[in-house]
């Protein structure tokens, strides 16, 4: 199974290397599933009902988000029904949405998708690590193949769940800090694992926000609004290929394209 893991996806550009890229790339390899991280794909923070159905119209299965899924209220009116978004799992029990569920790839393969975020440097939630196994060992009674998506600011943490989870998941897939690291690996016991899949949107940018904020911020410590960047825009990710008999990765895939225009 070849499963495309896109990296956080910011604003209207991020949605439009979606569009214009993630059909021509699951014909290109082939493949059989594709999960986005979107909390940033509504104005760079939060989502919306009609930026969710832009994504799976572009051929997006299922979106998992981190500490910003609750940004737009309207998400509270919709999570609950959409069961294609995850929410951070390790939110306290009350919190609308899931974090954990049992998806089908188009050929009817089973496909598990957790969705955690990380507390170092982050707000305090549940354990992640705990958290993640005790849902994972829920979803390995109905498929071998399971993707962790860990949101989070800590390197440290990021790589502890990885080592944490190694010969119980498929992959643990790094998201939040909107860099692709090159730390891409399968480690020993067959999980696929790098601390950040990167990041969907205007690379002309600090991670996606205009340039000229960010600095005035940086130089005068004023709150100010962070608008979304427009050049150079690119899609970050990584393609996984797993052994849906045993759920061992054989491979993940570092992706960096370009749109043009």
């Given amino acids: 199974m070849k499963i495309l893991f896109i990296g956080d996806i910011v604003?209207?550009?991020?949605?439009?290397a979606v569009k214009r890229l993630v059909p021509a790339l699951r014909r290109e390899y082939g493949l059989d599933f594709v999960v986005a991280n979107a909390e940033n794909s509504s104005g760079g923070?939060?989502?919306t009902l009609k930026v969710s159905q832009e994504l799976?119209?572009?051929?997006?299965?299922v979106l998992t988000s981190g500490d910003h899924i609750w940004k737009k209220r309207e998400i509270f009116d919709?999570?609950?029904q959409e069961e294609r978004i995850l929410r951070p799992l390790n939110f306290p029990v009350g919190a609308p949405g899931r974090g954990a569920a049992l998806f089908k790839t188009k050929t009817g393969q089973n496909i598990g998708v957790i969705n955690v975020n990380g507390r170092v440097f982050m707000e305090a939630l549940e354990c992640p690590f705990k958290t993640a196994l005790a849902s994972l060992q829920e979803l390995s009674k109905e498929t071998k193949v399971i993707i962790v998506d860990i949101h989070a600011e800590a390197t440290s943490e990021k790589i502890a769940l990885g080592w944490y989870l190694d010969g119980k998941v498929s992959a643990v897939l790094g998201t939040h800090t909107h860099v692709q690291t090159a730390d891409e690996k399968?480690?020993?016991l067959g999980c696929a694992y790098i601390t950040d899949v990167g990041m969907t949107g205007p690379f002309d940018s600090v991670i996606g926000r205009n340039v000229e904020d960010v600095l005035a911020r940086f130089l005068t410590s004023i709150p100010r609004r962070f608008e979304v960047a427009e050049g150079n825009i690119q899609l970050q990710g990584v393609i996984v290929e797993v052994d849906e008999a045993t759920g061992r990765a054989g491979s993940i895939q570092r992706l960096q394209r370009?749109?043009?225009g």
């Avoid at 799976?56 to 299965?61: L, R």
């Fill in 11 to 16: 604003g209207e550009p991020g949605r439009e």
């Fill in 45 to 47: 923070s939060g989502i």
């Fill in 56 to 61: 799976f119209a572009s051929e997006v299965d």
């Fill in 78 to 80: 919709f999570i609950s």
């Fill in 186 to 188: 399968v480690m020993p």
């Fill in 258 to 260: 370009k749109i043009d």
